[in-house]
């Protein structure tokens, strides 16, 4: 694990270079009823049945969302069950952004004890958010669409996922070799 803290730099930029993909890539669709016999225009692509679906990226979930908070606000127009809603959409947004946070943290500062808990619990989060929030819904049979259309999702579960796995092993490495000291 020593070369990981060596270039601790350079797997920083591409854990937050495959983190940007991934918020790029598609995590849902909008979906359109359109009969089988018709085809879907771009950039529509045809999912399963009746349906076609226009991609939704994290990226374009977030602008929504703070497009829907601002109109909120604007018009004066929420009811307290909006509030609601909107509060759960902004917790979801800063605990899926929470490892952009801790891959800027790991490029731009040296390493910290404190730090390490950090991670630990940014990553942490994010796994069980993405895995139960989003991925646990993939994996059930009543599937509209290919799990594989979903890329920018399963990039971003399986990094969160493999980063919180390494910085996990790394945690036990630094507490064996200290209390080998």
């Known amino acids: 694990m020593s070369w990981i803290n060596r270039h601790r730099r350079v797997w920083g930029f591409v854990i937050l270079t495959l983190l940007l993909l991934a918020g790029m890539g598609p995590w849902g669709f909008d979906l359109v009823n359109v009969p ?40 004066g127009k929420v009811a307290f069950i909006d509030l609601g809603h909107i509060f759960l959409g902004i917790l979801c947004v800063f605990i899926a952004l929470l490892p952009v946070i801790s891959a800027v943290l790991w490029i731009y500062t040296g390493h910290h004890e404190r730090q390490s808990l950090f991670h630990l619990a940014a990553w942490g989060l994010a796994t069980i958010f993405i895995w139960f929030g989003f991925s646990v819904r993939l994996l059930t049979v009543t599937l509209q669409f290919h799990p594989g259309q979903l890329w920018g999702l399963w990039l971003y579960t399986g990094l969160v996922s493999t980063v919180l796995i390494l910085e996990v092993v790394a945690s036990a490495i630094r507490g064996w070799s200290s209390q080998a000291r």
């Open 36 to 75: 089988a016999q018709y085809t879907c225009s771009a950039p529509l692509v045809r999912l399963k049945g009746d349906f076609c679906g226009e991609p939704v990226s994290a990226v374009r979930g977030l602008s929504a969302l703070l497009g829907d908070l601002v109109m909120a606000m604007v018009t």
